[in-house]
T-cell receptor, first 111, second 115 residues
Framework: SQQGEEDPQALSIQEGENATMNCSYKTSINNLQWYRQNSGRGLVHLIL?????REKHSGRLRVTLDTSKKSSSLLITASRAADTASYFCATDDDSWGKLQFGAGTQVVVTP | NAGVTQTPKFRVLKTGQSMTLLCAQD?????MYWYRQDPGMGLRLIHYSVGEGTTAKGEVPDGYNVSRLKKQNFLLGLESAAPSQTSVYFCASSYSRGGNTGELFFGEGSRLTVL
């Protein structure tokens, strides 16, 4: 079964707007990671947040982690057409030491 | 900068045929993984390896076998392909620090169709 569940499943925005997607998970984690997948390509790592961190930034990306609610959010600010992709959260499960992925959020940014 | 390389990129099989997918990484990573990606289901872990000579089952291991004879290579085998194994297969590798998984580096995928 999947550990992470993203919400929404799909998101359509215009260039310049912010995009926010959420990830909920079920068990305790070592870290949570976000990945991007362009159509027909492999996944690319975006950002990793450890269980003892609450917020992390990388360029136009902002990730938050609330371990009490077992949830994370990814914010992409000032979206560009090139941000069109699927975004996945992945959790490093405490007992397995490997990642489990959610089903992803498909983001479309229109010019 | 090769990173993670998967071969072949595309393959069509008939039910019952066998094949092997090859994954090679040049980053000296200890951990390697095979995932499958199906529409609407994200990635599901098939098998993984935490080092040369070791393999372990993931979420969906049935119908697949793996081998990690060399640190840089991780092979995924289908002994008798079934239509349910039609999917996109991704190999990934990562370093590990104290049991925690670091970022994964993915290959570009191998698209397998079983008729």
């Amino acid at each position: 079964s999947q550990q992470g569940e993203e919400d929404p499943q799909a998101l359509s925005i215009q260039e310049g707007e912010n995009a926010t997607m959420n990830c909920s998970y079920k068990t305790s984690i070592n870290n949570l990671q976000w990945y991007r997948q362009n159509s027909g390509r492999g996944l690319v790592h975006l950002i990793l947040i450890r269980s003892n961190e609450r917020e992390k930034h990388s360029g136009r990306l902002r990730v938050t982690l609330d371990t009490s609610k077992k949830s994370s959010s990814l914010l992409i600010t000032a979206s560009r057409a090139a941000d069109t992709a699927s975004y996945f959260c992945a959790t490093d499960d405490d007992s397995w030491g490997k990642l489990q992925f959610g089903a992803g959020t498909q983001v479309v940014v229109t010019p | 900068n090769a990173g993670v390389t998967q071969t072949p990129k595309f393959r069509v099989l008939k039910t019952g045929q066998s094949m092997t997918l090859l994954c090679a990484q040049d980053m000296n990573h200890e951990y390697m993984y095979w995932y499958r990606q199906d529409p609407g289901m994200g990635l599901r872990l098939i098998h993984y390896s935490v080092g040369e000579g070791t393999t372990a089952k993931g979420e969906v291991p049935d119908g697949y076998n793996v081998s990690r004879l060399k640190k840089q290579n991780f092979l995924l085998g289908l002994e008798s392909a079934a239509p349910s194994q039609t999917s996109v297969y991704f190999c990934a590798s990562s370093y590990s620090r104290g049991g925690n998984t670091g970022e994964l580096f993915f290959g570009e995928g191998s698209r397998l169709t079983v008729l």
